[in-house]
T-cell receptor
Framework: DQQVKQNSPSLSVQEGRISILNCDYT??????FLWYKKYPAEGPTFLIS?????DKNEDGRFTVFLNKSAKHLSLHIVPSQPGDSAVYFC????????????FGAGTQVVVTP | ETGVTQSPTHLIKTRGQQVTLRCSSQ?????VSWYQQALGQGPQFIFQ???????GRGNFPPRFSGLQFPNYSSELNVNALELDDSALYLC?????????????FGPGTRLTVL
């Protein structure tokens, strides 16, 4: 069963504007969430994470928001740059299965000039 | 760049054959996880090795097996290859400190089974 879902397979955004990527999860036991970015022919690159005890974490242009009651998290990229064009994966850690990350299917982001 | 390396980059095998994929973890990391990523999907957890022992396994059959060596590098072995095993195989290393596990991925090995 898919416990982490990214319902938007693609997102197109203009350079300089905000990109908002969404992720929903079903397992309330998840306690740590991560976002990865992936270019073609490369492995996923870690971007930013958030623990379940927080509701926001910021790192430069990237901010992750966590809404535990809604089992929802989002990644904001401001401002979007052409180099941000990639596939973004949301992942969650299950504390009952330490080290096992469950991934969403990914969202393809295209930043246009 | 994460410092996690994988070999080979690409591999073509035929159904029924066996394959070994290799991973060198990032310096200072003692844990290696393996994932399978099929086209258009997110990575699926295969198993994890911590201090040379398997520590958690996903929904993969026993023909998927692995090893971790004293230097924390790792191998993924797949026996009796099937067409559906064609995928990108990703290795991720991490350091087991605290309650969270930020995993850093290698570039992957693209396996094609004909």
């Amino acid at each position: 069963d898919q416990q982490v879902k990214q319902n938007s397979p693609s997102l197109s955004v203009q350079e300089g504007r905000i990109s908002i990527l969404n992720c929903d999860y079903t397992n309330s036991m998840f306690d740590y969430f991560l976002w990865y970015k992936k270019y073609p022919a490369e492995g996923p690159t870690f971007l930013i994470s958030i623990s379940s005890i927080k509701d926001k974490n910021e790192d430069g242009r990237f901010t992750v928001f966590l809404n535990k009651s809604a089992k929802h998290l989002s990644l904001h990229i401001v401002p979007s740059q052409p180099g941000d064009s990639a596939v973004y994966f949301c992942a969650a850690q299950d504390p009952d299965s330490w080290g096992k990350l469950q991934f969403g299917a990914g969202t393809q982001v295209v930043v246009t000039p | 760049e994460t410092g996690v390396t994988q070999s080979p980059t690409h591999l073509i095998k035929t159904r029924g054959q066996q394959v070994t994929l290799r991973c060198s973890s990032q310096s200072g990391h003692n844990t290696v996880s393996w994932y399978q990523q099929a086209l258009g999907q997110g990575p699926q957890f295969i198993f994890q090795y911590y201090r040379e022992e398997e520590n958690g396994r996903g929904n993969f059959p026993p023909r998927f097996s692995g090893l971790q060596f004293p230097n924390y590098s790792s191998e993924l072995n797949v026996n009796a290859l099937e067409l559906d095993d064609s995928a990108l195989y990703l290795c991720a290393s991490s350091s087991r400190t605290g309650m969270t596990d930020t995993q850093y991925f290698g570039p992957g090995t693209r396996l094609t089974v004909l």
